[in-house]
């Protein structure tokens, strides 16, 4: 199975409204990494977090990490209707840092 | 112009064929990816490159082959394609301290 597993699978809120997604990872990590795909597009990187750190900021983006838990949380405020896409977590967990393993996504709806 | 570059952006074939995707970058990155994604799932690592003589199998190698012709380019190759390799494709960069990669817009594979 994925590396991270991304909970919930769908989000649809409203404008104006906070979106919570979640992460869960199986092995210990470097860092960990959230990104963002709108429909068909490549995905565009958000966030960094290392495994040393426990809560990251980024404009109306917050991301938080237990590493005791294994498990990560994007949190986006004020949601905008442009915030629709799906959103990835990655954990990085090689010795050398080369490879990303993703996530299934969250598909996040804000309606305005 | 975008920085990873994926040629074409949407493909038909049939059963049988031999296909190529492209992809070209001016980050001047020495890491390069191949994804591919279905639908409802995460990004699945097909090969990757660390160099020009670096290849190395990803996590679903199997019926594809890869080149990595130049610094800049990174091509994967469907040998015979089949109906289940129908998916979108990303290829993907990484350079600099920070493993965070860079995506080009995608290859939509359709295989009749």
Redo the contacts between chains.
């Keep these: 199975s994925q590396q991270g597993e991304e909970d919930p699978q769908a989000l649809s809120i409203q404008e104006g409204e906070n979106a919570t997604m979640n992460c869960s990872y199986k092995t210990s990590i470097n860092n960990l990494q959230w990104y963002r795909q709108n429909s068909g597009r490549g995905l565009v990187h958000l966030i960094l977090i290392r495994s040393n750190e426990r809560e990251k900021h980024s404009g109306r983006l917050r991301v938080t990490l237990d590493t005791s838990k294994k498990s990560s949380s994007l949190l986006i405020t004020a949601s905008r209707a442009a915030d629709t896409a799906s959103y990835f977590c990655a954990t990085d967990a090689g010795a050398s840092g080369s490879r990303l393993t993703f996530g299934e996504g969250t598909q996040l709806t804000v309606n305005p | 112009d975008a920085d990873?570059t994926q040629t074409p952006r949407n493909r038909i074939t049939k059963t049988g064929k031999r296909i190529m995707l492209e992809c070209s970058q001016t980050k001047g990155h020495d890491?390069m990816y191949w994804?591919r994604q279905d639908p409802?799932?995460?990004?699945?690592?097909i090969y990757?490159s660390?160099d020009v003589k670096d290849i190395n199998k990803?996590e679903i190698s199997d019926g594809y082959s890869v080149s990595r012709q130049a610094q800049a380019k990174f091509s994967l190759s469907l040998e015979s394609a089949i109906p289940n390799q129908t998916a979108?494709y990303?290829c993907?960069t990484?350079g600099g301290t920070?493993?965070?990669?860079?995506?080009?817009?995608?290859t939509?594979l359709s295989v009749l």
């Design positions: 990873v890491r994804y409802g799932l995460g990004l699945r690592l990757y660390f990803g979108l990303f993907a990484r920070k493993n965070i990669q860079y995506f080009g817009a995608g939509r």
